[in-house]
């Protein structure tokens, strides 16, 4: 008989975006749990029998991912638990709003268009390559840059609410003015504090832990992708893939 204990324990994980398996404690419980979820087909059937019940379903899982649970709009779990605590939740909305488009540009940076983006989930062993904290924004304000190009005739009297986020990013400093270091204020740190952020609830790897902020790189994980699929539909994300892919062709 299914223990239900565990089924509510492996979805309480599930369900906080800040929750990773792991080697010790209640990641080792998590990693345990996901693992049976995978080889043990009455449990995984009363785990998704349960998430059905609150219009929820799992889109991937294993003993190193967890669980990717996708809530559907009418889902009472429409978002994780956890996002209050992440570094991009705070602030205000404008800030927030940047920080989501450095998730969006780091995933289709990776990903111009023409890439399968599926084939590179469904083969565990394929990984990206690392990024550094100037690469990506040196991207996002090369793409910023080229609509803001687009744009020339947009009134400079636009509210908040009216003023398109690629404006915001050109409206601000790359780096400090006095010593190009990384600073408040300045896009880079807000790159550094969102890949770092990533980094701390497992959907990233700082493979550049002894270095300053401003030379940090970091390796995005699948499970990164995996829990912001969504975007694979969204137009910014669209528009920066065929943002890679025109690099890509200037480049060779």
């Excluded at 998430?51 to 779990?77: F, K, M, N, Q």
């Amino acid at each position: 008989m299914t223990d239900l204990v565990d089924v509510g324990r492996l979805i309480g994980y599930a369900t906080d975006i800040t929750r990773t398996p792991g080697a010790s404690g209640a990641g080792a419980d998590y990693r345990h749990l996901a693992q049976r979820y995978v080889i043990d087909g009455e449990f995984r059937t009363a785990v998704d029998e349960v998430l059905d019940g609150v219009d929820c379903e799992v889109t991937d899982a294993s003993e190193d991912v967890g669980l990717i649970i996708y809530p559907r709009p009418s889902s009472p779990w429409a978002w994780p638990t956890g996002t209050g605590d992440l570094a991009w939740n705070k602030g205000d909305a404008d800030d927030r709003a940047a920080r989501m488009l450095v998730i969006v540009a780091l995933l289709a940076r990776h990903f111009p268009t023409g890439i399968d983006i599926e084939s590179f989930l469904d083969d565990p062993q394929r990984s990206q390559l690392p990024i550094s904290v100037q690469e990506l924004e040196q991207y996002i304000r090369d793409f910023c840059e080229q609509q803001q190009a687009g744009r020339a005739d947009m009134p400079s009297d636009l509210s908040d609410d009216d003023t398109p986020l690629w404006a915001w990013w050109t409206s601000r400093d790359a780096y400090s003015k006095t010593d190009h270091a990384i600073s408040r204020g300045t896009t880079s740190y807000l790159v550094y504090k969102t890949l770092d952020g990533l980094a701390e609830i497992g959907l990233t790897l700082d493979t550049t832990r002894d270095k300053p902020a401003e030379r940090k790189r970091y390796r995005m994980k699948r499970r990164l992708l995996l829990q912001y699929r969504d975007f694979l539909m969204n137009p910014l994300f669209n528009a920066l893939r065929e943002h890679t892919a025109s690099l890509e062709t200037t480049e060779n």
